[in-house]
């Protein structure tokens, strides 16, 4: 069976950077599981796996606008300590939900503190960034109708409710 839209998909994988570091892998735990043509996964990932099968290997390098998109300075800012209410201690490398330009919800990540400046980054941590992935396609399966409805995989590797 070829991986195609609506298809529930499990790939063991290691993500590397251009200097060879890796970043994530499924090595030692159970592989991925996600729903084709669902945006599970990155667009440029989801495009190279299209049409696989069952045992198929693949090297694959992603530029970054069908990753994480390209850095955007424009989601850097500066705040002052007193935004973050309610939070005693303010750590570099803490996450926290926050409004995005379009209205909706982003993660913004402190990147630095200066005295009472705060300094976040809503870009993910892997914008501007060419990924490489080495994949092997564990399993293919038809997804069921409540898979497809939810967007997501059930069950084992995938989402649970």
């Given at each position: 069976?070829?991986?195609?839209?609506?298809?529930?998909?499990?790939?063991?994988?290691?993500?590397?950077?251009?200097?060879?570091?890796?970043?994530?892998?499924?090595?030692?735990?159970?592989?991925?599981?996600?729903?084709?043509?669902?945006?599970?996964?990155?667009?440029?990932?989801?495009?190279?796996?299209e049409?696989?099968q069952?045992?198929?290997?693949?090297?694959?390098?992603?530029?970054?606008?069908?990753?994480?998109?390209?850095?955007?300075?424009?989601?850097?800012?500066?705040?002052?300590?007193?935004?973050?209410?309610?939070?005693?201690?303010?750590?570099?490398?803490?996450?926290?939900?926050?409004?995005?330009?379009?209205?909706?919800?982003?993660?913004v990540?402190?990147?630095?503190?200066?005295?009472?400046?705060?300094?976040?980054?809503?870009?993910?941590?892997?914008?501007?960034?060419?990924?490489?992935?080495?994949?092997?396609?564990?399993?293919?399966?038809?997804?069921?109708?409540?898979?497809?409805?939810?967007?997501?995989?059930?069950?084992?590797?995938?989402?649970?409710?």
């Amino acid at each position: 069976m070829q991986i195609a839209a609506n298809k529930a998909v499990s790939i063991d994988y290691t993500l590397t950077n251009d200097a060879g570091e890796v970043i994530d892998s499924s090595a030692g735990g159970a592989p991925l599981v996600y729903l084709q043509g669902a945006g599970n996964i990155i667009v440029g990932l989801e495009k190279a796996l299209e049409g696989k099968q069952v045992g198929d290997e693949l090297s694959v390098t992603i530029e970054p606008e069908e990753a994480y998109g390209e850095y955007s300075a424009e989601l850097v800012a500066t705040l002052n300590r007193e935004m973050f209410e309610g939070v005693d201690q303010l750590e570099v490398g803490m996450q926290f939900h926050a409004s995005a330009p379009n209205g909706g919800m982003q993660i913004v990540t402190i990147r630095d503190i200066d005295g009472d400046d705060v300094t976040v980054d809503g870009n993910h941590p892997l914008a501007g960034q060419r990924l490489n992935f080495k994949v092997k396609v564990v399993s293919v399966r038809d997804a069921s109708a409540e898979e497809v409805a939810h967007g997501h995989i059930h069950g084992e590797g995938g989402h649970h409710h």
